[in-house]
């Protein structure tokens, strides 16, 4: 705490090792207003050059009128900084200090605004209080001598108080180098706090270092070269362009980087490195956007996101909303948001109402059957080409088309609360309708204007004229124009952004191997993966263990004197004997939250599997970087892919383990179905095409058709297409014809089934492994002796909270699971049927600073069912959990 006069001050002896300009700044508190210092280095003194002309003095009184508020620079008499224009400071005049940027007479102890700016000296801002609020000065740029350096700081002449100071930092300027850092440097500084004092007394540890890091990285990662070619990919795909050319994307890299693109004489960007303009410009105006003979490549365009379609539907058939005149009672609303109630449980897709962080689809998704499969191209959002998610995409357009948005067999949105379902254009049962009125002398020609609309002239005139011909017996012309509207959302081209060419064939949908008499018995795969990552060292936890394994592991997962940690302790565990002598431990704990693998377990019906996860060939710490690109480890994207594929050297490109699975079975003569309870799923692709279900089951296809064989006339509106057709278009079209075939005898089977188990309510899970054990008991009418099931259960990408995230999972898994078994044994299924349990990757067994774990590599998994040798804890559980524990 410096003295009340002029002749105090404080000193340091400095040493540095080089010559050279360094920064030294000071540590202060101080309550009242702004203050300076007088800066000497080695006898010299340090002064800044005021940024302001001086200004004459101009005293209003000590109390002066509000007239005069705010005060100008080098105005007063003033008691606070509010009664300063912006930008100025209430300088608190202890004496004749004297007045920065200031000049002429001024009054005793007068209080004056000034710019914070114009102190010739060094400045030093309030912090809020004298003694607990400290903050370090602007750094000053001095110059130090090799060796020893006197550092003084001192009260000016005139002033009466100062500053508290207790720590001065010097830092090192940085000389001029061509090198460059590989890594974002590290600003933060290791010291904490000195010895003696905690971390709010004094330390290194500042907001501006924190700030200095941050940005480093953000420009490590703006700037890395990776950045443009993703984000360049990953727009084109989002408008339309699924596999873009290399010159495409190349083109749009340059204009990223660049920041300018140029379209005839046109010039867009900020010519910046980064400009979205530019990019954004080099997408739609590139030739490969506009050239209509482009379009002509099959691989040409996409698969339409379902959100899309609906808005497609609703901006050019012009909804708009109608309440009927017709009802009693009071006069109601009549304009409201478009609600499309609970939209993605519907479709599939739902504005701002993402599954998870990596939204609806992935953008290397290879769809399993189509010619898109054996061309290796992408087609993201045939991801959500599933039976549950067309049938109600058609069922809701079809809705809005006939009755309006209404609740109506199946519809878009909630019941209105009035009217009837009656398909005969007075929507009195919505909240809005579709208004637009064809145009076109006749019915080719209106069939001409609603295709421009809808399909962007791309339907072909073989389907024109099968609308047009359909539609025709209607008795008038909106009820036509329905009919038009209804069997145009069906086809390829509003579907898909392809064209198509017709070949005149009729469509087949795939033939399933039959059972031709197999003696087989019934058998079924369940594969249930756990998406995000699970933290599997907490469902599998070290308990009676030799050579301290069970502390290693607590230490590890960050037990420590101040915490707990993440790891689970003995007294939440659930024992279990490991009846291995190969392991660590002559017994492990499951997490307490999921008892029904220790009675498994205990059953002899379950195995653990430790430690286990995909690489391309045994690799350890030092050699794993090494072919890491062919797994990419850590992504869950790719982990997720390749865990699913089982295939890391691309030998069966596209196809997944289970599909394989079900192909070779198949051509075994074993009739072999794939179901996914998930959507699409590339662990099923490659045998037979594979049946995608909801947890809720099916909905009934178009209830009361507008036309008579409306069917099949849908059907004939996607028959055969030439080898040169879009690939987007003939997947959807195969697709819709093999989901007509499979919805009628699926929802017939199911309607016929009765659950002998209560499952618990309002589970994800619980449904999920519930429609499992309905599908099985289809099997016999299917004819299939084989069945693989994919069902999942996702949120376990625990980067924080993973305690509390997973007592909440494991919970509702352990009374999902206890269920499925126990419907298992009531129908006799249980002997018949294997869980094999998977994730895309484990996690860190350290802990981050939010009580969480990040992503790592092997976890633990388990498989069950009746069959299962179990009792075991199969692989290599870890001895050491340190980096490069070649024994785990």
Known sequence: ELGSNSSSYVEWNVNVPHQGKYLV??????????????????????????????????????????????????????????????????MQNGGYESIPGCSGNQNNKGDYCVDFADFTSVGFLPTGGSTGDWHYSDSLEVDLAAGTNTIRAQIPDGNLKGPNLDHLRVEGLPTASASSFRNPPHFMSLVHFYEGTSAEEIGEITVRDAQYETEAVIDQYFYHDNVAPFLCSRIMQRFSFSNPSPGFVGRCVQAFRSGSFTSGSISFGS???????????????????????????????????????????????????????????????????????????????????????????????????GPTLPANLVSPETMLVTMPNVMRLLNGLISVIKFGLSSCNDGLTSSPGYGDCNDDGLYEKSFGHLSYEASGASLA???????????????????????????????????????????????????????????????????????????????????????????????????????????????VRGKSGLSEGIGIPLSRQLEIQVNNNLQPCSSFGIHEHFSVLQELYDEGKLN?????????????????????????????????????????FDDFSGTGVGGRLADVMAHAGIPTNTFSINGQQVV??????????????????????????????????????????????????????????????LEAELAKITDMTTFPEDSGTANKLKMVTRLMQTAEERGSKRDIFYVSTSG????????????????????????????LKALNLWEQTVLVQFSEFGRTLTPNTGEGSDHAWGGNHFMFGGAVKGGQVLGQYPSNFEEGDEEG
């Open 25 to 90: 700044s000071f540590r202060y508190a101080f309550d009242t207003s702004p203050t300076r210092m007088d800066i000497d280095v080695n006898g010299y003194g340090i002064l800044h050059a005021p940024v302001n002309n001086e200004t004459n003095i101009v005293w209003y009184g000590g109390s002066p009128s509000s007239d005069h508020f705010p005060m100008k620079r080098c105005e007063g008499d003033c008691d606070n900084d509010d009664q300063c224009e912006a930008g100025l400071f209430c």
């Open 271 to 369: 010519n910046m490195y980064g400009s979205l303009e530019a990019m954004a410009a080099s997408i739609f105006l590139d030739t490969e956007a506009n050239d209509a003979a482009v379009t002509k490549d099959p691989s040409y365009g996409s698969m339409r996101e379902p959100i899309l379609k609906v808005m497609n539907v609703l901006r050019s058939m012009e909804y708009q909303t109608h309440i009927p005149t017709t009802l009693d009672g009071s006069p109601m609303q009549t304009t409201y948001h478009v609600e499309l109630w609970e939209i993605a449980k519907k479709i599939g897709q739902g504005a701002y109402d993402f599954p998870s962080v990596f939204s609806y689809f992935l953008p290397e998704y290879i769809p399993e059957s």
């Open 445 to 555: 020609d209106q069939v001409d204007d609603l295709a421009l609309l809808l399909t962007a002239g791309r339907l072909s005139d073989g389907n024109r004229d099968i609308i047009a011909a359909a539609c025709s017996p209607e008795p008038d012309q909106r009820s036509q124009v329905r009919c038009m509207q209804q069997l145009l959302i069906t086809t390829a081209e509003f579907q898909t952004t392809n064209t198509v060419t017709p070949s005149g064939e009729d469509r087949t949908a795939p033939q399933e191997f039959v059972d031709g008499g197999s003696t087989e018995p019934y058998k079924a795969i369940v594969y249930y993966y756990l998406a995000g990552g699970l933290d599997s060292y907490n469902l599998l936890a070290p308990h009676t263990c030799a050579n301290g394994v069970y502390d290693k592991y607590r230490t």
């Open 608 to 648: 653990f599997i430790a430690n286990a996860g995909l690489l391309p060939r045994p690799l350890n710490v030092n050699t794993y970087k090494d072919e890491s690109w062919r797994s990419k480890l850590y992504s869950h994207n790719r982990m997720t892919l390749e865990t699913k594929k089982e295939d890391l």
């Open 684 to 745: 099923l692709n490659g045998g037979p095409v594979q049946y995608i279900l909801s947890d809720g089951g099916l909905s009934p296809f178009n209830q009361d058709p507008s036309i008579n064989n409306m069917e099949a006339i849908i059907k004939s509106l996607n028959n055969g297409t030439t080898a040169d057709s879009g690939f987007y278009a003939e997947t959807w079209s195969s697709k819709l014809v093999d989901m007509f075939d499979k919805q009628a005898m």
């Open 796 to 823: 376990f990408d625990t980067h924080s909270n993973v305690d509390l995230k997973l007592v909440e999972k494991f919970s509702e898994m352990n009374a999902a699971i206890g269920a499925f078994v126990a419907e």
